[in-house]
């Protein structure tokens, strides 16, 4: 079945450090494939998505690109703020046998930045 | 704004002793989810709605159960939590089955267990 494999944290970075958190899927479709990000305390939101091989999801300065060659959806940002602490989810969507889709979550990434 | 709204936010329930949990949306959303996420885990998936139709996750327990009686509402009802159900408990909406669309997400219940 599908499934998505994300880099172990937590990650520790400094303020204004380059951040990368790896993910990787396999599937057996052409998923759509998210990032979703979770605060304390509150539910996950939807941090930027791809639904095809090459495009690239980009929001506040986070941006990921679909590699279907290389099966991944690597989260980048170019200088991280103290604001960006939290879990990262990368998760992806694809068509089942029947028409219908369920989706898939990897286990998360917590990113903890310092000032 | 439109939104997805869960109550209570908190939750302490005694070991064996039912308790509801609820998920209003103003999105007008077909599907809603219920997921269950424990610490350091990703959400995993209880069952889903498509307008009325229910969809239950082949590994989610009996002891769950879940209602929808309009668009708006859903409902996850827990018939005799064990200590193991202790987590947070997250409602979802997706505007229809397909895998181009983002779900959102509510604040999530966090329920415990004595």
Not at chain 2, 77 to 82: A, E, L, Y
Request: hydrophobic residues 30%; glycine residues 8%; charged residues 15%.
């Amino acid at each position: 079945g599908d499934s998505v494999t994300q880099m172990e944290g937590p990650v520790t970075l400094s303020e204004e450090a380059f951040l990368t958190i790896n993910c990787t899927y396999t599937a057996t479709g052409y998923p759509s494939l998210f990032w979703y990000v979770q605060y304390p305390g509150e539910g996950l939101q939807l941090l930027l998505k791809a639904t095809k091989a090459d495009d690239k999801g980009s929001n506040k300065g986070f941006e990921a690109t679909y590699r279907k060659e290389t099966t991944s959806f690597h989260l980048e940002k170019g200088s991280v703020q103290v604001s960006d602490s939290a879990v990262y989810f990368c998760a992806l969507s694809d068509y089942l046998s029947g028409g219908s889709y369920i989706p898939t979550f990897g286990r998360g990434t917590s990113l903890i930045v310092h000032p | 704004d439109a939104m997805v709204i869960q109550n209570p936010r908190y939750q302490v329930t005694q070991f064996g002793k039912p308790v509801t949990l609820s998920c209003s949306q103003t999105l007008n959303h077909n599907v809603m989810y219920w997921y269950q996420q424990k610490s350091s885990q990703a959400p995993k998936l209880l069952f889903h709605y498509y307008d009325k139709d229910f969809n239950n996750e082949a590994d989610t327990p009996d002891n769950f159960q879940s209602r929808r009686p309009n668009t708006s509402f859903c409902f996850l009802d827990i018939r005799s939590p064990g200590l193991g159900d202790a987590a947070m408990y997250l409602c979802a909406t997706g505007g229809n089955i397909s895998p181009y669309n983002e779900q959102f997400f509510g604040p999530g219940t966090r329920l415990t267990v004595l």
